[in-house]
């Protein structure tokens, strides 16, 4: 609803809960960096402030099948699925037969630093809260990413906890409440 009109075409739908998530965020963004310093914009500036030494550069380890296949176990059995329409149950059945493909794309991922644009993108769906269903601010996005997103993310953030486990003495006493932050979030 906009100005008391319900709407009922498709595409207008869309687009005002597309402007609404995204007005949101804005508002979001602009109040998280008001206290950031704006010599610290610049990553370099912002990462030698931070820390007092570098850190050792993070090596990549090969991605096992075994480690792959213990991922794709760990995902959700669910039907929601990305813009590619393969869900977690399909991918959990297809497993013995995508594994060592999986493995070769999770590591040219790796070894490149090269995340592919397709596993970027999402289907954003708004989901109801509470109150009125006609008021558009009663809705929160949620995002949809693929399976092979998902593998890759859970993939990726394994290998940057372990780095950072290996190298936690680099981290300053500020920064350690970030990583037990991290260690209490969900692998996804």
């Known amino acids: 609803m906009t100005d008391n009109n319900v709407i009922v075409n498709q595409n207008k739908i869309a687009d005002n809960f597309n ?18 310093n ?15 030494r570098p850190f050792t550069k993070m090596s990549w380890q090969y991605a096992f099948t075994y480690e792959i296949e213990k991922i794709i176990k ?17 991918i959990k059945l297809s497993a013995p037969f995508i594994i060592s493909s999986l493995s070769y794309i999770c590591n040219a991922v790796l070894s ?12 954003v769906k708004p989901i109801f809260k509470k109150g009125n269903k ?7 996005p949620i995002s949809l990413l ?3 997103s998902k593998i890759m993310d859970k993939l ?17 006493n500020m920064d350690l409440g970030l990583i037990l932050q991290l260690r209490k979030l969900p692998s996804h």
């Open 19 to 36: 402007n609404y998530f995204l007005s949101i965020a804005a508002s979001i963004n602009t109040d998280n960096n008001k206290h950031i």
């Open 38 to 52: 704006t010599r610290m914009t610049n990553p370099i500036n912002y990462l030698s402030y931070s820390f007092r």
């Open 74 to 90: 760990s995902l959700r059995t669910k039907n929601s699925c990305g813009y590619n329409e393969i869900s977690h149950w399909i």
């Open 112 to 123: 490149t630093g090269d995340f592919p644009s397709r596993l970027k993108y999402a289907v």
């Open 134 to 140: 006609q008021e558009i601010s009663n809705y929160r």
């Open 146 to 148: 693929t399976s092979f």
């Open 156 to 172: 990726i953030y394994a290998r940057i906890l372990a780095h950072i486990d290996k190298n936690i003495w680099y981290v300053n």
